[in-house]
């Protein structure tokens, strides 16, 4: 079955830089676009980005669009978000999620991002 593990998510200052990470197995990783969606403290989930099957084309909500980088490496099943000039608003548990902006499905556990000084 579908299984997606995030890690490396952690406690960060504003203005700092985290890359969290998601290893899939259960189905064919580069035939799928995936996703980031995230909750945030007593909020419902919210869109991140996606990214198409061949990694050439990525998507992000405003609110992130030139500070995060969604890639991936078919060859290893991986899926990753580089954050960079992190807010205390971006605060929230990171989740991939396997399809597009508004197909995707399937999440994992999630990682933890915290921002505050």
């Known amino acids: 079955q579908v299984q997606l593990v995030e890690s490396g998510g952690g406690s960060v200052q504003p203005g700092g830089s985290l890359t969290v990470s998601c290893a899939a197995s259960?189905?064919?990783?580069?035939?799928?676009?995936m996703s980031w969606v995230r909750q945030a403290p007593g909020k419902g989930l919210e869109w991140v980005s996606s990214i198409s099957t061949a990694g050439n084309a990525a998507y992000y909500r405003d609110s992130v669009k030139g500070r995060f980088t969604i890639s991936r490496d078919n060859a290893k099943s991986t899926l990753y978000l580089q954050m960079n000039s992190l807010k205390s608003e971006d605060t929230a548990v990171y989740y991939c999620a396997k399809g597009g902006s508004s197909t995707w499905s399937n999440r994992g556990q999630g990682t933890q991002v915290t921002v505050s000084s």
């Open positions: 259960g189905f064919t990783f580069s035939s799928n676009m």
